[in-house]
């Protein structure tokens, strides 16, 4: 469930050079999944949801979970900050490309913290905000708005991590 190549996809938005293919995978639960082939063979799957996954398909694994009583598109909440810089240290520190992030539906903790990983970027908000709407399900304009006023600056959000070298990382091919 909403799976996609977010490089892919940014790059049809417009932003060609931004983020390579197969540097960042998004999507949903894994457990209908079989094969690694069907979700673009992760070398790293970062899983934000509460439950473990039941198959890591090969690829190196990494739960960075927040409770769901959170409310993640709060990018102010100091909880949410903390989930959000340890998403993006993961993904920073990922012993193998590409990165695949999931939730249970893929558009909610998966969108925020894929948006905040095109700000680190330098995406133009459209671009992120686009990107966002491309999930199925519920999603909303002013919600992923609302995640990405509340991140602000960056650097300044992302304290626990070096920002240059999460932009390193993700655009090494």
Same mark, same amino acid.
């Given at each position: 469930?909403?799976?996609?190549?977010?490089?892919?996809? $940014?790059?049809?938005?417009?932003?060609?050079?931004?983020?390579?293919?197969?540097?960042?995978?998004?999507?949903?639960?894994?457990?209908?999944?079989?094969?690694?082939?069907?979700?673009?063979?992760?070398?790293? $799957?970062?899983?934000?949801?509460?439950?473990?996954?039941?198959?890591?398909?090969?690829?190196?694994?990494?739960?960075?979970?927040?409770?769901?009583?959170?409310?993640?598109?709060?990018?102010?909440?100091?909880?949410?900050?903390?989930?959000?810089?340890?998403?993006?240290?993961?993904?920073?520190?990922?012993?193998?490309?590409?990165?695949?992030?999931?939730?249970?539906?893929?558009?909610?903790?998966?969108?925020?913290?894929?948006?905040?990983?095109?700000?680190?970027?330098?995406?133009?908000?459209? $671009?992120?905000?686009?990107?966002?709407?491309?999930?199925?399900?519920?999603?909303?304009?002013?919600? $992923?708005?609302?995640?990405?006023?509340?991140?602000?600056?960056?650097?300044?959000?992302?304290?626990?991590?070096?920002?240059?070298?999460?932009?390193?990382?993700?655009?090494?091919?």
């Amino acid at each position: 469930m909403n799976f996609r190549d977010v490089g892919e996809w $940014i790059a049809l938005l417009g932003a060609e050079n931004l983020l390579p293919a197969r540097r960042l995978l998004r999507g949903g639960k894994l457990d209908a999944v079989r094969e690694a082939a069907e979700i673009g063979h992760p070398g790293t $799957i970062v899983n934000l949801r509460q439950g473990p996954d039941r198959h890591t398909f090969g690829a190196e694994y990494r739960h960075v979970s927040i409770p769901n009583s959170y409310e993640k598109y709060d990018t102010t909440d100091a909880t949410v900050r903390r989930w959000l810089n340890a998403v993006a240290q993961a993904v920073c520190e990922a012993p193998a490309f590409p990165v695949m992030l999931h939730c249970t539906s893929g558009k909610d903790r998966t969108g925020v913290a894929v948006a905040l990983l095109l700000t680190a970027l330098g995406a133009p908000r459209a $671009i992120i905000v686009e990107e966002y709407l491309l999930s199925d399900g519920e999603v909303e304009r002013a919600w $992923i708005e609302r995640a990405l006023d509340g991140i602000g600056d960056v650097r300044r959000y992302l304290a626990r991590v070096d920002v240059q070298r999460l932009r390193e990382r993700l655009r090494s091919v």
